[in-house]
């Protein structure tokens, strides 16, 4: 079996000790699941061999990251390649089979049901596809029913639900019952009620796949524009690579419950790991991802360098207008040092054509 790949990406853009720290994860189902981990022989075969040989499927394997502060991590794949699972691990709604979780920089895999608790209500909130809001309830009381179960009082339980339904946009519905409104206005009361605890992480498990294109664009928008606002980190779970790469400071890419890449959204469209990555990214506009960095060349002679000067993560899409006015190379300059330039020839050849073909 092929070894997994890991793009070296640290979310180093986030300040502070990672908020989640995974190491070694395993998660395993079967008769003799926890045999697994501890086998250089078994943790070596493919997903079919494991099967036939123990009967056990390993649903995340070997999973190592750090989540930081404020940042929105996104873990991507198809449908059986262990993103759900590896949520529901890293809350322990799942319980590993092997490897090591950390929050905020304590044991979480030693915590028990008591602490257990007090995380859940405390400092973690998450977001499903189903809704779950109680029917007989009005919007207003399904945002604050998870103050109501930590024993807040009723006025300062008000006071916090009306805060979140005016940050979500829903002011007009708050007296209204979920049979009365839309699937995007009901998730809208999901995303209110996750953030009426003022937890320290939230989990989004696939929460918009429901819901029809125009709606989820919406709700996406709705997402970082919630995170511009509370900046709370974020882990969230997609099996939409343009989702992905609209909400996620880095993205991991997996696939038969392995880690396949880990990178920046411009990363994992300039440098793919393998053909399987390859293949997610081959249809993005890449001049909608791809930042001057990635197309930029040295100079050669007979070069003009006094053309205009950009940073190196501008955009290409934005900086087309700016190279094509020019007439001349455009710089691309950090800190005072050239880094190289940028001419019609590289924008072009990413705006106009695919950029990535022979």
């Not at 720290?21 to 079967?30: E, H, I, P």
């Not at 890293?90 to 995380?119: C, N, V, Y």
């Amino acid at each position: 079996m092929a070894a997994p790949v890991q793009q070296p990406s640290t979310g180093d853009d986030h300040a502070g000790a990672p908020v989640i720290s995974v190491r070694g994860l395993w998660k395993v189902f079967g008769p003799r699941a926890a045999e697994v981990p501890r086998s250089t022989e078994l943790r070596a075969l493919s997903r079919s061999e494991l099967m036939e040989q123990t009967g056990c499927t390993a649903a995340v394997r070997e999973v190592d990251f750090d989540v930081s502060p404020g940042e929105v991590f996104v873990v991507m794949g198809l449908s059986g390649s262990g993103k759900s699972t590896l949520v529901r691990c890293l809350t322990r709604l799942i319980e590993p089979t092997a490897g090591e979780l950390s929050f905020e920089r304590e044991d979480l895999l030693a915590a028990d049901a008591k602490q257990l608790r007090t995380l859940r209500r405390n400092k973690f909130s998450m977001v499903f596809q189903h809704f779950g809001l109680l029917p007989h309830r009005s919007v207003v009381d399904n945002v604050g029913f998870g103050l109501e179960v930590r024993g807040v009082g009723k006025a300062e339980r008000l006071r916090r639900a009306n805060e979140v339904i005016e940050l979500v946009g829903l002011d007009s519905y708050r007296n209204s019952y979920p049979d009365q409104l839309s699937g995007g206005m009901q998730q809208r009361v999901g995303l209110a009620r996750a953030l009426a605890g003022e937890p320290d992480v939230l989990f989004f498990d696939e929460p918009f796949s429901a819901l029809d294109p125009l709606i989820r664009r919406e709700m996406q928008n709705e997402v970082i524009h919630l995170h511009r606002t509370v900046g709370k980190t974020m882990v969230f779970i997609t099996h939409d690579l343009s989702e992905a790469l609209k909400l996620g400071d880095r993205i991991l890419i997996m696939r038969d419950g392995q880690m396949v890449q880990l990178g920046t959204g411009d990363e994992l469209v300039g440098a793919p790991a393998d053909d399987y990555v390859r293949d997610f990214v081959r249809d993005v506009p890449r001049a909608d991802v791809l930042t001057l960095k990635w197309i930029m060349r040295a100079p050669r002679p007979g070069d003009e360098l006094d053309g205009p000067e950009l940073g190196p993560d501008t955009l290409a899409r934005e900086a087309t207008r700016s190279v094509l006015a020019a007439g001349k190379p455009v710089k691309v300059v950090r800190d005072g040092e050239l880094l190289g330039i940028v001419s019609d020839e590289e924008i072009l050849t990413l705006v106009v054509g695919r950029g990535d073909e022979e």
